[in-house]
C-alpha cells in the first residue's frame, strides 16, 4: 500500500488534508504516519482516532502525536499560524462533548480562536442565558446537541453570527442514533441554520473555516 498526500489541498481550500482513521486498518495509519513525519512541513490532523487504535499503533509514531483521547484526535507537527477569527461552541450536555471536542481541536489546529460553552442546553436554559452575551463576541457559533437538539433553535433565534449546528448520536430509543436530532434542526425554525451530519464535528469547524478565511480575504 502506498499513500499520496493531498499537499496542494491549503491551496486550494485554506484548510490542509486531514486523516480519518475510522475504516483504516493500524498498518495504514502506522504508514500514514510514518510518511508524514518525515515532512515536518506538513502539519496534519488525525481525526477519529480512538484510544484503542492509538494504543495499538507503533508508539515509536505516536508519540509524534499531540493526543487526544476525548476528542479521538492527533495533531502532527503542531497547529498552523494563528488566523484571525473566533468561534464558540456551544453543547447541550457533557454527553455531546466527544464531539464538540472534535470541533475544537480541528479550529485550535487551523490556528482560530475557540470557547467551549458545555452544558448549556434546553434542560437547563438558565445556564444558556448566563453565557450568551459571552458568546455572542465570536464570530461563528457551533451548536452541538443531541435527543431533541432543541438548543440550534434557540440559539438561532438568540444569535445574529452564522450558525452551524452539530446534531449527535447520543440519546436512546426514538432519538434513534442522532436521526431525531438531525431532523430537528433540519427543521428549525430558526432563521439559516446550517446543518451537518450526525457527529460529524470536524465538518462544522471546516465550515466555520471557510466562512472565516472568506471574510478575512475580503477585507
Same mark, same amino acid.
Given at each position: 500500500?502506498?499513500?499520496?498526500?493531498?499537499?496542494?489541498?491549503?491551496?486550494?481550500?485554506?484548510?490542509?488534508?486531514?486523516?480519518?482513521?475510522?475504516?483504516?486498518?493500524?498498518?495504514?495509519?502506522?504508514?500514514?504516519?510514518?510518511?508524514?513525519?518525515?515532512?515536518?512541513?506538513?502539519?496534519?490532523?488525525? &481525526?477519529?482516532?480512538?484510544?484503542?487504535?492509538?494504543?495499538?499503533? #507503533?508508539? +515509536? %509514531?505516536?508519540?509524534? !502525536?499531540?493526543?487526544?483521547?476525548?476528542?479521538?484526535?492527533?495533531?502532527?507537527?503542531?497547529?498552523?499560524?494563528?488566523?484571525?477569527?473566533?468561534?464558540?461552541?456551544?453543547?447541550?450536555?457533557?454527553?455531546?462533548?466527544?464531539?464538540?471536542?472534535?470541533?475544537?481541536?480541528?479550529?485550535?489546529?487551523?490556528?482560530?480562536?475557540?470557547?467551549?460553552?458545555?452544558?448549556?442546553?434546553?434542560?437547563?436554559?438558565?445556564?444558556?442565558?448566563?453565557?450568551?452575551?459571552?458568546?455572542? &463576541?465570536?464570530?461563528?457559533?457551533?451548536?452541538?446537541?443531541?435527543? #431533541?437538539? +432543541? %438548543?440550534?433553535?434557540? !440559539?438561532?433565534?438568540?444569535?445574529?453570527?452564522?450558525?452551524?449546528?452539530?446534531?449527535?448520536?447520543?440519546?436512546?430509543?426514538?432519538?434513534?442514533?442522532?436521526?431525531?436530532?438531525?431532523?430537528?434542526?433540519?427543521?428549525?425554525?430558526?432563521?439559516?441554520?446550517?446543518?451537518?451530519?450526525?457527529?460529524?464535528?470536524?465538518?462544522?469547524?471546516?465550515?466555520?473555516?471557510?466562512?472565516?478565511?472568506?471574510?478575512?480575504?475580503?477585507?
Amino acid at each position: 500500500m502506498t499513500f499520496t498526500h493531498d499537499d496542494q489541498r491549503h491551496e486550494r481550500l485554506g484548510m490542509p488534508e486531514a486523516i480519518v482513521c475510522q475504516g483504516k486498518d493500524d498498518a495504514s495509519v502506522n504508514l500514514i504516519l510514518t510518511e508524514l513525519i518525515a515532512k515536518p512541513d506538513c502539519p496534519t490532523l488525525f &481525526t477519529r482516532l480512538p484510544q484503542d487504535m492509538f494504543d495499538r499503533l #507503533d508508539s +515509536a %509514531l505516536t508519540n509524534e !502525536l499531540d493526543y487526544d483521547s476525548l476528542s479521538a484526535t492527533g495533531i502532527l507537527h503542531g497547529p498552523l499560524p494563528k488566523n484571525s477569527g473566533s468561534i464558540a461552541v456551544v453543547t447541550a450536555g457533557t454527553s455531546d462533548l466527544r464531539i464538540a471536542g472534535e470541533a475544537k481541536r480541528t479550529l485550535e489546529f487551523s490556528g482560530f480562536s475557540t470557547s467551549l460553552y458545555s452544558d448549556v442546553g434546553v434542560a437547563g436554559i438558565h445556564r444558556l442565558f448566563d453565557r450568551i452575551d459571552e458568546i455572542k &463576541t465570536h464570530d461563528v457559533v457551533i451548536a452541538v446537541a443531541g435527543w #431533541d437538539a +432543541a %438548543l440550534a433553535s434557540v !440559539l438561532g433565534g438568540l444569535v445574529a453570527q452564522p450558525l452551524i449546528a452539530v446534531p449527535t448520536s447520543v440519546g436512546y430509543g426514538v432519538a434513534e442514533g442522532g436521526g431525531t436530532a438531525l431532523n430537528s434542526m433540519l427543521a428549525s425554525c430558526g432563521q439559516g441554520v446550517l446543518v451537518t451530519n450526525i457527529d460529524n464535528g470536524f465538518g462544522a469547524a471546516c465550515g466555520a473555516i471557510r466562512m472565516l478565511n472568506q471574510l478575512k480575504s475580503s477585507d
